[in-house]
T-cell receptor, first 115, second 117 residues
Framework: AQKVTQAQTEISVVEKEDVTLDCVYE???????LFWYKQPPSGELVFLIR??????QNEISGRYSWNFQKSTSSFNFTITASQVVDSAVYFCALSNTGTASKLTFGTGTRLQVTL | DAGVIQSPRHEVTEMGQEVTLRCKPI?????LFWYRQTMMRGLELLIYFNNNVPIDDSGMPEDRFSAKMPNASFSTLKIQPSEPRDSAVYFCASSPSLAINSYNEQFFGPGTRLTVL
């Protein structure tokens, strides 16, 4: 069975601080995909990134960066110099390959960025 | 493209009533997914379709729930009879067809917030 754990339920930071959202996953598959989605207060789910299990390179996109480590089954997400607009719930998700794959979501981390 | 379209955006109904949620996937996408989001259970996959055929409905909570996809551009999720515990946000998502050993991300609709009184 697949499982995604986001142990941080809620994080509150002051604008311009860096913040890391943790994600730990469990799967028996050797090939799988990991995702991060953002859910702003408006409610929609916004895709942020996808990584496959063969690519452990870290990725940076503007203020966002992701650290994928198979050895610890973690796929952590860091926001540098956070902004109020980053306030949202962030979900980590896992899927295996094959036919259209089910996304297994973590419980989400609510990030609150204040001035 | 307009993205995944869901209607209604909000639905308030009374216990025992039938509820129908609608979804129009992104044109050309072969896969369609229905999810439910609640505070208690988070985001759960209910059912998904490939080329209009239901592939996995193991997440459908009980017989009161049914989903159909009569054509490539339309799907419904029906709850009959509805109960207060069905109150949740229901998301529809679609995804393009997959190459072997690859994955395309799912594009989510804005969701339908259902309240059953």
């Amino acid at each position: 069975a697949q499982k995604v754990t986001q142990a941080q339920t809620e994080i509150s930071v002051v604008e311009k601080e860096d913040v890391t959202l943790d994600c730990v996953y469990e799967t028996r598959d050797t090939t799988y995909y990991l995702f991060w989605y953002k859910q702003p207060p408006s409610g929609e789910l916004v895709f942020l990134i996808r990584r496959n299990s063969f690519d452990e390179q870290n990725e940076i996109s503007g203020r966002y960066s992701w650290n994928f480590q198979k050895s610890t089954s973690s796929f952590n997400f860091t926001i540098t110099a956070s902004q109020v607009v980053d306030s949202a719930v962030y979900f980590c998700a896992l899927s295996n390959t094959g036919t259209a794959s089910k996304l297994t979501f973590g419980t989400g981390t609510r990030l609150q960025v204040t001035l | 493209d307009a993205g995944v379209i869901q209607s209604p955006r909000h639905e308030v109904t009374e216990m025992g009533q039938e509820v129908t949620l609608r979804c129009k996937p992104i044109s050309g996408h072969d896969y369609l997914f229905w999810y439910r989001q609640t505070m208690m259970r988070g985001l759960e996959l209910l059912i998904y379709f490939n080329n209009n055929v239901p592939i996995d409905d193991s997440g459908m909570p009980e017989d009161r729930f049914s989903a159909k996809m009569p054509n490539a551009s339309f799907s419904t999720l029906k709850i009959q009879p509805s109960e207060p515990r069905d109150s949740a946000v229901y998301f529809c998502a679609s995804s393009p067809s997959l190459a072997i050993n690859s994955y395309n991300e799912q594009f989510f609709g804005p969701g339908t917030r259902l309240t059953v009184l």
